[in-house]
């Protein structure tokens, strides 16, 4: 590991690629007129990084072994690394690899003292990106700064034009589309089987979380990659207001509607005063100690409802079966 340190460091300190990379980075519009290949150095860090990335898990497999699923091969692998990235505010690479290190002795420490509870160590990931978010709130690197970094997370829009608006084809198309989703609402209930209105539930849940992510990407321009976490976390909150307390249907749709809202003003506050993308690791960590520990029936039974949930009241008179 020494070795592919200071092979790292000489790359980007002493050859004329490393240094090309690291202009881009500060400021992608003068070195594209300064006539550097951006988009080709980007692919040749893309190709470094999942080098270094494949060379790490190789090294950490024999100790950890290796888990099958996607889930533990995904983001758990992945939220160490962005913690140290997140401590280093995207910009330092020393800080990046003292932080790394750090990390990586706490999580020695936590799985040796708390074997019991493995997923603990995510929590303490989570802690690190919200408290090292704190600690940086309005310190910008240089590029941020200066409104000229290569990093963009979606790109500008402009409006469809009012002329476009109002051609007789999309307004025909909006009543179309608006009258068959009406259609479906009144109909699928009736027409549908048990495991095909469960599908169409399931496709229902996916659409919300899309639309959320259309107006927190689409329009704010930050990214997440945690809103199953926020929605399993509603999802919890409204099975548990059924199941115990027998709530009525629209009561439990505003609270645990107001309890996701709630759970992503507080996560979201500290990464969204920084530029970048700091919302989507913070959101990463959210969904992964969201999945791996706090809704784990096996940390808190009495937070998931073992009996299954029953269909809600609907205004306390209406049975929903």
Known sequence: MPAVIAFLAWFLLRTNIGIAVRAA??????????????RRLATIVWAIAGGLAVLTYMLSAPFEGVKP???????????????AA???????????????????IAEQLVHWNTANHP????LVYFGVILVALLAQSGRLSRAFSAGVSSWASVAALKPIPE???????????????????????????????????????????????????????????HMSLGQFGIAGVSAMVAANMVAHWNADFFLVMAVAGAT???????VGLPAMRIKGMFLGVTTLALA???????????????????????RPLLLQRFDLN
């Open 25 to 38: 980075a500060e400021n992608e519009d003068r070195a594209l007129l300064l006539g550097i290949p951006v």
């Open 69 to 83: 699923g996607i889930a533990s091969n995904g983001p758990t692998v992945l939220l160490p690394l962005l913690a």
């Open 86 to 104: 997140v401590v280093a505010r995207m910009d330092s690479l020393p800080t990046a690899f003292v932080a790394g290190v750090g990390l990586g």
């Open 119 to 122: 997923a603990l160590i995510y």
């Open 163 to 221: 002329e476009l608006r109002r051609v007789p084809e999309v307004l025909w198309g909006k009543r179309v589309l608006l009258a068959g989703a009406i259609a479906a609402f009144v109909l699928v209930p009736w027409t549908w089987g048990p495991s095909s209105q469960l599908l169409a539930s399931y496709a229902v849940v996916w659409a919300m979380v899309g639309v959320s992510l259309v107006v927190l990407t689409g329009w704010s321009g």
């Open 260 to 266: 996701g809202g709630l759970v992503a003003l507080l």
């Open 288 to 310: 992964v100690a969201l999945d791996l520990y706090f809704l784990n029936s096996s940390n808190f039974p009495s937070w998931i409802p073992s009996e299954g949930v029953p």
